[in-house]
């Protein structure tokens, strides 16, 4: 009996083994990240402003995004990975637009729908909160601004910071 148990529990094991093996996904059906190259480009990408204290409120960075390409690109979205983080682009008239954040937490990103000329540079103002996440957000913080074209390409300009009380 108990080696017909054995046997049993054994092979049991190995058609589930086998089966995981055979059901396993094959290399062109893993899902990828967008591969395709965006159209716009940054003279710096990400930005570390090392340590901040809460008690000295926001941080701020500038970002230089150009439209590499010789089309006119359109941006329908900027969003950022957390609420801590806001983005403003700057129009072709100098004029500011935004604020962009997270989506969720019940309210709307509005779209951007920003066309950046062949060849015109605007800048993406990031502003970062250290007191978003209260007395627990500290040590070292990642966030990501997303700018997203009409093609679903992508640009990501990221931030760190080291929050200190």
Do not use: Q
Not at 68 to 92: G, H, N, Q, Y
Not at 118 to 142: K, Q, S
Request: proline share 4%; net charge negative.
């Amino acid at each position: 009996m108990k080696k017909e148990l054995l046997v049993g529990v054994l092979g049991l094991v190995l058609v589930l083994v086998a089966s995981v093996w055979f059901f396993r996904p094959g290399p062109e059906t893993i899902a990828t990240t967008n591969s395709s190259v965006s159209s716009l480009s940054a003279s710096e990408i990400s930005y570390d402003f090392g340590r901040i204290s809460m008690k000295n409120g926001v941080v701020e960075k500038t970002f230089t995004v150009t439209n590499t390409s010789s089309e006119d690109v359109l941006i329908e979205k900027i969003t950022t990975s957390c609420m801590c983080t806001t983005a403003f682009i700057t129009r072709a008239s100098g004029e500011e637009k935004g604020p962009y954040g997270m989506v969720g937490h019940g309210a709307s990103v509005p779209k951007a729908n920003e066309t950046i000329k062949a060849g015109e540079t605007r800048t993406v103002r990031v502003v970062f909160d250290p007191n978003a996440h209260g007395p627990a957000g500290v040590g070292l913080i990642e966030r990501l601004v997303m700018l997203e074209d009409s093609y679903g390409d992508r640009l990501d300009l990221s931030i760190s910071v080291t929050v200190t009380p």
